[in-house]
């Protein structure tokens, strides 16, 4: 079994234009980059509010191993149902404990290396959810001591809870990284403890937007106050992307790194 582990972590992924973006390049980055394993958010699949069997399954065959979710998790119905039918996908553990579905699971890459993915919810600008720092520690104490690399989805509006979290689970987690705002930070880095970190990933969608959705009707609810529908752009996604590797040994990162692809 190889000792470095590749990970590919992608964030929000915004409907039709972050799905077809994927489509046409996955494959070629999971395959030049020598990914191991990959972990999207899925919360925004489905034209930008929650995912579908359809949408979730288009993402396993490109390749991507867990989806986690967010805020708009539940905002498909079908999903409450099928969280619970596989376990490639997560939820935020701070949720109800009521809620269907898991906040954190294990899976194995080709290699026969096992990697834990938590997810969590910030609580600052985001819902009245259950502390993320508690449930982030009870998640150590559950995670099983043989996983190879642990990832942290801190899916979270506020960059200081965000960092604060990774703090929380400096020299516990491999790779602490933020979703949700669907803006990329350049603030990625390794921590003397071997706790990679990142405020937020960015979205794959289209940035000729205001976060994934079209210009006209989010401006219009800015200016004029009223109410609009919201529409996710479906054409022209920029994939932003950060891969991050990690010795099995001691799950530290010991790489990281963006990577982001334009529209053709
Ligand atoms: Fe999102
Ligand atoms: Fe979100």
Redesign the pocket.
Known sequence: MPQLINILVIG?VIGKAGRRALTEHLPRLIDQHHIDFTVA?G??LAAGFGLTEKTADEMFSLGVDVLTN???CWDQREFLQLIDKDERFTRPMNFSARAPGQGWTVRETPSGHRIAVLNL?GQVF?GAWDCPFAAASRAMQEIPDDVSAILVDM?A?ATSEKMGMSWHLDGQASFVYG????VPTCDEIIHASGTAYQTDIGMTGSYQSIIGMKVESALARMVDKLPRRFEAVERGATIFATKVQVDSATRKAVHIERIRILPG
């Open positions: 929000d958010n919360e925004n967010g805020n708009h919810i985001m899916h509006e979703t949700h705002t669907h």
